[in-house]
């Protein structure tokens, strides 16, 4: 081969002394370059020794008059033993032979349309390779987003449920200072007229008149029922009876049943198959766990038995 091809090696970036090796190991450009790929790992030490072999073959191979390698599976003509293991290594072929055919040079037409294929070839590959990065970047920041999504989603959903029960915490609030004030009020009537029956007989007694006739008992305040139902829950108070003892959770009345399963299995270090109520006899096996507490009427308190 020429300087000139040793120099566009060089020019295209490859190392000098390896170049100048696949100048000296292949017979045109086209292969040099397949060459260089193949042994980019190597280093030069390796490959002069690799060098020093091949050369030894060849001269035993010019005793024997051999001017090249054929492959028998496939036809091609190699000049030596470096293109026939390059050859083998890319086809996979293994059966080859000597022939004293002489292989001609490359042209110079021959070599620049070897090195434009190359070119051209290596383009479209570059070009697909860019094609797929574009696909696969956007298939990521597609998942990505829909990632961010649902996480937003759910942050929303929590939020709306956190504000649900600090309202109806407010209301139950404000209800209970409601009552509480009627108590109150009620308590301070019955004093008072207590007070005054009291103040009314002990003047009947100093004008030695007869007292005056007790009225009917006046009937106590009675306190605001506690008792409300089960549709007004919000939370529910259960026992749970594990092999390890009693466990008491309280949980929003719309909390589903697998839910309550997960949260009972962290407790006891074990999976929870499925839930029994003694009254009414009842089992919620995992048939059950997509429900919530409230249709499953286990408002506004429960005892079940873990299994």
Request: glycine share 2%; with cysteine; net charge negative.
């Amino acid at each position: 081969m020429s300087t000139t091809d040793l120099d566009q090696l060089i020019d295209m970036g490859f190392d000098k002394e390896k170049s100048e090796l696949a100048v000296k190991k292949t017979g045109n450009l086209t292969e040099a370059i397949d060459w260089l790929d193949k042994n980019a790992d190597k280093s030069i030490e390796e490959l002069k020794e690799e060098e020093s072999k091949a050369a030894e073959e060849k001269s035993a191979e010019a005793a024997a008059q051999a001017q090249s390698l054929v492959c028998n599976e496939c036809g091609k003509k190699m000049r030596g033993v470096a293109e026939a293991e390059f050859h083998a290594s890319k086809s996979g072929h293994s059966d080859f032979s000597e022939s004293t055919d002489e292989i001609k040079p490359l042209t110079e037409e021959e070599k620049k349309q070897k090195l434009e294929d190359l070119r051209q070839k290596l383009a479209a590959k570059r070009a697909v390779l860019s094609e797929q990065d574009k696909i696969d970047a956007k298939r990521n920041e597609q998942i990505s987003r829909k990632k961010t999504k649902e996480s937003e989603d759910i942050k929303e959903q929590l939020k709306v449920k956190e504000q649900i029960k600090e309202a109806e915490k407010k209301r139950r609030e404000k209800q209970d200072d409601i009552d509480a004030k009627k108590r109150i009020q009620a308590r301070i009537a019955a004093d008072k007229e207590e007070r005054r029956l009291k103040a009314e007989r002990e003047k009947a007694e100093r004008a030695g008149q007869a007292p005056p006739p007790m009225p009917a008992a006046v009937p106590q305040a009675a306190a605001p029922s506690t008792s409300k139902p089960a549709s007004a829950y919000t939370e529910t108070r259960i026992r749970f009876q594990t092999p390890s003892g009693n466990v008491m959770k309280t949980f929003p009345v719309d909390t589903t049943l697998f839910e309550v399963a997960s949260a009972v299995a962290d407790e006891i270090g074990q999976d929870v198959e499925s839930f029994t109520q003694n009254f009414p006899r009842k089992t919620f096996d995992k048939e059950f766990f997509g429900e919530t507490l409230k249709d499953l009427k286990l408002v506004p308190s429960a005892s079940l038995i873990v299994r």
